[in-house]
């Protein structure tokens, strides 16, 4: 993300302690690794969910694999190639009836699990970090490495995107709308070649729904992802793509209308900050409601923890999506209210799903799945604006909890090793986790950790203001005793990124 300098500065917090899991409800079975991270770039945090690891508000943790009660296994979903399944087609047609008929169904869903409750699902973030006001880039200094050893990339704070204060924001009236709202061309005359080709009645209204809801969007002030672009028509025994089934679950002239708007919610936008009351109020019900939990439990301070608070900043960059990295909340409006919020984040190579809450009122639509549905169809709106952009991350598959296995479910999708790192397809994975819960997925037996940090010293540390090779702050400080610690922390991050991060030391 080139622009102006950034950095991520992280504290590191062992996994010898063990909690309660949120999925099997084991009060001492859930060990991980954590880290508190005062802030952190987008390019960062996308190297670190490559290697397992995870963010509940800022608190960014990694499950210890093999000895945890339920593994947790880090799953992404190849957008680009996903075609929906008999089962997702059902949903969106239930999504169809409602919106054209009002008609709820009468039957509780009973395919709609989700994460358990942020607090349980994750670890328990460190009570009180420390006191860290981040320092400017301008007020850091740099302690040069004594051996030679060490790059010349490591004396200087690493090169990442502008913060949120950047002056490249987005603006509506030239965002990702522009590109979407294409006139309908004049239809082609018998066998003209040079015209274009009459068009379908029903293509046409689709296109003039798609414009009325950007423009409805544009007033509203909020980022323009309503609705998926038709596609062109599929070819012959080609399948329907995802965007025409969306599509199709939208009708015009019915008895609901169903938005859904993109606000950053960090730093926080005017759109975030006028709709943040009516979206804590359905995450309170849907804590109550979901989750049992008691009525003074999901409180307000809670949501802003671990839905709204985020280490990452709003970066830009001139191949990337023009709404921006970072973190966001797509809203569900349904008639002028919010029913549903899917928070996300929003990578170099990948959109992250980070949670999902509905108001309880409608469980009996599948929410969950639809929210997914949606997602995996804006990653490919955004892989049009930036081409790397080609995953949909669905958090943690947990296969020793059968509730948890419908992420298994958006195909292709590849699993995370957890020895070597290296994505191996879900096929491949599911007859491992049949015979053990924690498994090595690689099925090279030699492959290791091919961007292990071997040698310490080169871990980038943060002391007093100063940023220093470790092999600097171990010598300034004699007789410290945290290398096994700074160790461990180098293994779990890999060598790019503790060669990046800056680790904070008092």
Known sequence: MAGTKSYTIVEYFGGDDGYRCGYCKNQTGNFSH???????????????IDRGWRRSGKYVYKPIMNKTCCPQYTIRCHALKFQPSKSHKKILKKINKFISKGELPREPDQGEPMDSVCEEAGPRGPSRPSELKCPAVSELQTEPAESSDIPEAQKEVPEAGPTGSDTSRTDPESGPERR?????????????????????????????????EQMRQRNDGASPIVSPTPSDPPQTN????????????????????????????????????????????????YQMAVHKDP?????????????????????????????????????????????????????????????LYYHPDFASLSLGSYSALREISFTRQLQKQSPKLTYYYLGFYIHSCPKMRYKGQYRPSDLLCPETFAWVSIEECLPHLENSRYARFNPDPDAGDARLLKDVGRALVLHRRTVMPYAVYSKKRRGSSDEVEVQQYAGLVGQDCAERILLYRA
């Open 34 to 48: 954590g880290m508190w991270s005062h802030t952190m770039t987008v390019q960062d945090y996308q190297d670190l």
């Open 180 to 212: 979407m709202m294409t006139s309908a061309p004049k239809p082609g005359v018998g066998a003209d070649a040079s015209r274009p080709p009459c068009r379908k009645a029903k293509e046409l209204r689709k296109e003039r729904r798609l414009q009325k």
């Open 238 to 285: 080609q399948p329907k793509p995802l965007e025409d089934f969306i599509s199709e679950s939208l009708p015009e002239n019915s008895s609901h209308n169903l938005e859904v708007r993109l606000v950053r919610s960090n730093p926080p936008s005017p759109q975030f900050k006028a709709s943040f009351d009516a979206s804590y109020q359905v995450y309170k019900l």
């Open 295 to 355: 009525p003074d439990k999901p409180s307000e301070s809670q949501f802003r923890r671990f839905l709204c608070d985020s280490p990452l900043e709003a970066e830009y960059s001139p191949d990337g999506p023009e709404v921006g990295y970072g973190s966001f909340h797509q809203q569900y409006w349904l008639d002028g209210r919010i029913v549903a919020v899917g928070v996300i984040d929003i990578l170099p190579t990948c959109v992250s799903s980070v949670y």
